[in-house]
């Protein structure tokens, strides 16, 4: 029995070890070289693998691919067939990621832009798009959130903009406006208090709710007093100390919310800011369907989260979500990128993306956004928004249990600090 | 000749055994294997390039792991709890279910059923009602103790757990019990009731003894379940709120699938739970194994 494990971990030891020299040879350059180009002619068929996390669309998609494919046999006489993989959103980066390391066939994948296009990158497995045409036509902001080391990395596709929801009715009645510092939030806040509704909701059991703070104020801090904050810490040189003063928002909230916020999820969140005893929700507008299902005729308002005094820092936050990548070992990157660039077609993609209810992201679009997203693009064209910063998704998702800790008296502010510059000292480690 | 006809059979055993050891293997050994070797390099997932870092991996995992070390003493808690609770539960219904006569058959239906369901089903059955059903059963002047923050503060997020776990737990461990009673002879009972002994004296002195085989084999289940629970944790609480309520498997599962990609790490941490159960398993194993006294 000793012996056999003996040998066990002999064997695994050198298992180990022979995989690391021959995966310590490759070069993140040397993936995308080894592919041939095959040349496309005319009568051929293609046959393109497509991973998209969205099966809630799939019908959509599939839909629209077949139209690319008629399209683009027309044009070429090329024949393409696809094989659409579309799992869930929570299990899809984990699937991609076994795909990619294992160097499955994959010609075009879904990545969320501003949380992986990093690490995707650097793995070697994203294909420069920058020299595509339909980059010209991007919003400014769609095209930096998919931007990375000067190179476009995918397409964008759903794009957010979003700071904190409020009740329009209720402000109205009231006579409240957005507040733009945090005095005028405390004040909008008292006045919804004298009216006997709560001034916000807490809604913390699912922890990426919390963690929406963390955008919040880093962004609105990275924009305006700590500018290189973002790259200091991605050179552990510095601390969430820095900008501990985001704590003041953040236990205003706290202290004018429900006392029951680790009880309710998002869903129930909705619900419950739907039924109008609420003024603010610090979420974002992607819920905006959930509310209207539980109250058709709530009015849905998008405003900025002031963090301090600076009118300047209370700004909207505009990233990209969904966005599509070709693979940098792909063996049909002509057709792939065709297809990629179909869907910013300028005769077609408009009636893509209102199916999927999408918000418009090039010059391209034409067609009108929802009232709160279109609230959202005015406080944009002041000039009063940011790109969504590029804080690691460890940290992001450090940052909600972190709060939820902070929130249920088991952690002191010192204590999230503390796990939040741990969370990106561990990122930079592991990602060099 | 013997000898011959031995191989011989071993060889025809061993043929029988081939294709369910080839899955065992496939799916069991080969992932463990490989899991052991990446536990050695720092791998992130996703990055072809890598490196073997040794035991540095199993050495931070004990030494630098806040979280990993808070997660070990959950866990710990937690088994101590559904051990103890389990196995006198379970007892203590097999011997109301076995003294019945006509009923047996509905009770031992009823407490069994909630074990057909998975535990992350039941997870979520059981998170509907801690939100929604308590709050409502509260309203009855009597039952107003339901009311509690059942999911969002720790303290009661433990016993939240616990009870969901035994509900779909408990029924396992009686069934066995159940069988096990009923296979003690009855004279030995009836020879000390004539002897003058009560009851209770009867249970502890004549049909204890004689259960102690499923007594180690329902303490063996309850402490391995229980190291390694994971859906219930997930589908209740997901660890939370924070990470107060987050069992060893659910921080590796963390580790390496949704927060830092740490992969070669988390199956450094995962080899350590494993050690964990194999030597608490066979500490377990050899004290009972002394205890059981043969009919």
């Given at each position: 029995?000793?012996?056999?494990?003996?040998?066990?971990?002999?064997?695994?030891?050198?298992?180990?070890?022979?995989?690391?020299?021959?995966?310590?040879?490759?070069?993140?350059?040397?993936?995308?070289?080894?592919?041939?180009?095959?040349?496309?002619k005319?009568?051929?068929?293609?046959?393109?693998?497509?991973?998209?996390?969205?099966?809630?669309?799939?019908?959509i998609?599939?839909?629209?691919?077949?139209?690319?494919?008629?399209?683009?046999?027309?044009?070429?006489?090329?024949?393409?067939?696809?094989?659409?993989e579309?799992?869930?959103?929570?299990?899809?980066?984990?699937?991609?990621?076994?795909?990619?390391?294992?160097?499955?066939?994959?010609?075009v994948?879904?990545?969320?832009?501003?949380?992986?296009?990093?690490?995707?990158?650097?793995?070697?497995?994203?294909?420069?798009?920058?020299?595509?045409?339909?980059?010209?036509?991007?919003?400014?902001?769609?095209?930096?959130?998919?931007?990375?080391?000067?190179?476009?990395?995918?397409?964008?596709?759903?794009?957010?903009?979003?700071?904190?929801?409020?009740?329009?009715?209720?402000?109205?009645?009231?006579?409240?406006?957005?507040?733009?510092?945090?005095s005028?939030?405390?004040?909008?806040?008292?006045?919804i208090?004298?009216?006997?509704?709560?001034p916000?909701?807490?809604?913390?059991?699912?922890?990426?709710?919390?963690?929406?703070?963390?955008?919040?104020?880093?962004?609105?801090?990275?924009?305006?007093?700590?500018?290189?904050?973002i790259?200091?810490?991605?050179?552990?040189?510095?601390?969430?100390?820095?900008?501990?003063?985001?704590?003041?928002?953040?236990?205003?909230?706290?202290?004018?919310?429900?006392?029951?916020?680790?009880?309710?999820?998002?869903?129930?969140?909705?619900?419950?800011?739907?039924?109008?005893?609420?003024?603010?929700?610090v979420?974002?507008?992607?819920?905006?369907?959930?509310?209207?299902?539980?109250?058709?005729?709530?009015?849905?308002?998008?405003?900025?989260?002031?963090?301090?005094?600076?009118?300047?820092?209370?700004?909207?936050?505009?990233?990209?979500?969904?966005?599509?990548?070709?693979?940098?070992?792909?063996?049909?990157?002509?057709?792939?990128?065709?297809l990629?660039?179909?869907?910013?077609?300028?005769?077609?993609?408009?009636?893509?993306?209102?199916?999927?209810?999408?918000?418009?992201?090039?010059?391209?679009?034409?067609?009108d956004t929802?009232?709160?997203?279109?609230?959202?693009?005015?406080?944009?064209?002041?000039?009063?928004?940011?790109?969504?910063?590029?804080?690691?998704?460890?940290?992001?998702?450090e940052?909600?249990?972190?709060?939820?800790?902070?929130?249920?008296?088991?952690?002191?502010?010192?204590?999230?600090?503390?796990?939040?510059?741990?969370?990106?000292?561990?990122f930079?480690?592991?990602?060099? | 000749?013997?000898?011959?006809?031995?191989?011989?059979?071993?060889?025809?055993?061993?043929?029988?055994?081939?294709?369910?050891?080839?899955?065992?293997?496939?799916?069991m050994?080969?992932?463990?294997?490989?899991?052991?070797?990446?536990?050695?390099?720092?791998?992130?997932?996703?990055?072809?390039?890598?490196?073997?870092?040794?035991?540095?991996?199993?050495?931070?995992?004990?030494?630098?792991?806040?979280?990993?070390?808070?997660?070990?003493?959950?866990?710990?808690?937690?088994?101590?709890?559904?051990?103890?609770?389990?196995n006198?539960?379970?007892?203590?219904?097999?011997?109301?279910i076995?003294?019945?006569?006509k009923?047996?058959?509905?009770?031992?239906?009823?407490?069994?059923?909630?074990?057909?369901?998975?535990?992350i089903?039941?997870?979520?059955?059981?998170?509907?009602?801690?939100?929604?059903?308590?709050?409502?059963?509260?309203?009855?002047?009597?039952?107003?103790?339901?009311?509690?923050?059942?999911?969002g503060?720790?303290?009661?997020?433990?016993?939240?757990?616990?009870?969901?776990s035994?509900?779909?737990?408990?029924?396992?461990?009686?069934?066995?019990?159940?069988?096990?009673?009923?296979?003690?002879?009855?004279?030995?009972?009836?020879?000390?009731?004539?002897?003058?002994?009560?009851?209770?004296?009867i249970?502890?002195?004549?049909?204890?003894?004689?259960?102690?085989?499923?007594?180690?084999?329902?303490?063996?289940?309850?402490?391995?379940n229980?190291?390694?629970?994971?859906?219930?944790?997930?589908?209740?609480?997901?660890?939370?709120?924070?990470?107060?309520?987050?069992?060893?498997?659910?921080?590796?599962?963390?580790?390496?699938?949704?927060?830092?990609?740490?992969?070669?790490?988390?199956?450094?941490?995962?080899?350590?739970?494993?050690?964990?159960?194999?030597?608490?398993?066979?500490?377990?194993?050899?004290?009972?194994?002394?205890?059981?006294?043969?009919?």
């Amino acid at each position: 029995m000793k012996k056999l494990i003996a040998i066990l971990l002999v064997l695994t030891m050198v298992l180990a070890g022979c995989g690391q020299a021959n995966d310590g040879t490759d070069d993140s350059s040397s993936i995308s070289d080894n592919t041939e180009n095959t040349e496309v002619k005319a009568g051929s068929t293609v046959d393109l693998k497509l991973f998209i996390a969205q099966p809630r669309f799939r019908e959509i998609y599939e839909n629209y691919i077949d139209q690319f494919a008629a399209e683009y046999e027309e044009k070429t006489g090329v024949k393409v067939t696809y094989s659409l993989e579309m799992p869930s959103a929570d299990t899809a980066p984990e699937i991609l990621k076994t795909r990619l390391s294992t160097k499955d066939d994959l010609d075009v994948f879904m990545f969320h832009a501003i949380n992986e296009k990093a690490q995707y990158y650097k793995a070697g497995y994203l294909e420069d798009l920058s020299s595509e045409p339909w980059v010209a036509d991007l919003y400014e902001s769609a095209k930096q959130a998919v931007t990375y080391e000067e190179k476009v990395v995918g397409l964008p596709l759903e794009s957010l903009t979003w700071g904190m929801l409020y009740n329009k009715d209720l402000f109205n009645e009231l006579g409240l406006e957005p507040a733009l510092t945090l005095s005028e939030l405390k004040s909008n806040s008292e006045k919804i208090r004298a009216a006997g509704k709560t001034p916000f909701l807490a809604a913390y059991n699912e922890a990426w709710i919390p963690q929406l703070f963390l955008p919040l104020t880093v962004g609105a801090y990275a924009n305006t007093s700590h500018p290189d904050f973002i790259e200091k810490m991605n050179a552990d040189k510095s601390s969430f100390e820095e900008i501990s003063e985001m704590f003041n928002v953040i236990d205003y909230v706290h202290e004018n919310a429900n006392s029951n916020g680790l009880e309710i999820g998002g869903t129930d969140g909705c619900a419950e800011f739907a039924l109008g005893d609420y003024g603010m929700w610090v979420q974002g507008p992607w819920f905006s369907a959930t509310i209207l299902e539980a109250n058709p005729d709530f009015n849905l308002g998008v405003a900025p989260l002031p963090v301090n005094e600076d009118p300047e820092a209370s700004m909207i936050n505009a990233s990209v979500s969904t966005t599509l990548g070709v693979c940098s070992y792909s063996e049909n990157k002509e057709v792939a990128k065709a297809l990629v660039a179909y869907f910013l077609n300028p005769d077609t993609s408009t009636e893509f993306f209102t199916a999927c209810q999408f918000n418009p992201i090039s010059q391209i679009h034409t067609f009108d956004t929802y009232p709160w997203i279109a609230e959202a693009i005015a406080y944009m064209e002041e000039g009063k928004s940011y790109l969504d910063p590029s804080i690691p998704q460890a940290v992001k998702d450090e940052s909600g249990k972190a709060l939820q800790g902070y929130y249920s008296d088991t952690a002191s502010a010192d204590d999230v600090i503390m796990a939040l510059d741990e969370a990106w000292a561990i990122f930079n480690e592991v990602n060099q | 000749m013997d000898k011959n006809k031995k191989r011989k059979e071993i060889r025809l055993l061993l043929l029988f055994l081939l294709p369910a050891l080839i899955f065992y293997s496939i799916f069991m050994i080969i992932p463990v294997i490989t899991g052991l070797s990446y536990s050695f390099t720092n791998w992130n997932g996703v990055n072809p390039n890598f490196e073997f870092v040794g035991l540095d991996n199993f050495v931070k995992a004990l030494t630098d792991d806040k979280n990993f070390l808070a997660s070990i003493k959950f866990t710990l808690k937690y088994v101590l709890a559904m051990v103890v609770l389990t196995n006198i539960l379970g007892l203590l219904l097999a011997i109301f279910i076995d003294a019945r006569t006509k009923t047996s058959n509905l009770f031992r239906t009823a407490f069994f059923l909630p074990n057909m369901i998975s535990f992350i089903i039941g997870a979520y059955i059981w998170q509907f009602i801690f939100r929604k059903v308590m709050t409502e059963l509260a309203q009855n002047k009597f039952l107003g103790f339901l009311e509690q923050p059942w999911l969002g503060n720790p303290n009661f997020s433990f016993w939240a757990i616990v009870m969901m776990s035994l509900w779909t737990s408990v029924g396992y461990i009686m069934v066995i019990y159940i069988a096990a009673i009923q296979g003690v002879p009855t004279e030995y009972k009836e020879a000390a009731r004539v002897d003058g002994a009560n009851k209770i004296q009867i249970f502890f002195k004549v049909t204890l003894p004689m259960i102690m085989h499923a007594v180690s084999i329902n303490l063996f289940l309850t402490l391995n379940n229980s190291f390694k629970a994971f859906d219930q944790i997930y589908g209740l609480t997901g660890g939370g709120p924070g990470r107060t309520t987050q069992v060893m498997s659910l921080n590796i599962y963390e580790e390496a699938f949704s927060s830092f990609f740490r992969y070669g790490y988390a199956n450094a941490k995962a080899i350590i739970l494993f050690l964990f159960v194999l030597v608490i398993t066979l500490i377990q194993l050899r004290l009972t194994r002394s205890k059981e006294v043969k009919a």
